[in-house]
């Protein structure tokens, strides 16, 4: 089983950029599809990206395209999400998740996803 650890939280301004990082440990992150999550208070927990690992092929939300990029780094089994001009809007919990079965009609669903961090929390002030 895989366990994931995220890092890089922390607060900044609107326009900043933080790196978030997701390690994970047990098995090698090459076996999964990885993805983020986010959750912002009183709300659900939303799909934010995915890594597929085949083909590396990446998917974003709508509200994120074009500021977040999410990347694979095979030697040291990580996932990062590059978060840039970022919004009061992007405040939340920030999830790793991955699955070693996801299909492509379920890759926004966070049913689809076995294995969790813990979350990391992302704070943006205006």
């Known amino acids: 089983q895989v366990l994931l650890v995220e890092s890089g939280g922390g607060s900044v301004q609107a326009g900043g950029s933080l790196r978030l990082a997701c390690t994970a440990s047990?098995?090698?992150?090459?076996?999964?599809?990885t993805a983020w999550f986010r959750q912002a208070p009183g709300k659900g927990r939303e799909f934010v990206a995915v890594f597929r690992r085949n083909g590396s092929r990446t998917y974003y939300a709508d509200s994120v395209k074009g500021r977040f990029t999410i990347s694979r780094d095979k030697n040291k089994n990580n996932v990062y999400l590059e978060m840039s001009s970022l919004k009061p809007e992007d405040t939340a919990v920030y999830y790793c998740a991955a699955s070693s079965t996801l299909i492509l009609s379920n890759i926004r669903n966070k049913d689809g996803y076995a294995h969790w961090g813990q979350g990391t929390q992302v704070t943006v002030s205006s």
């Open positions: 047990g098995q090698t992150l090459s076996s999964y599809d």
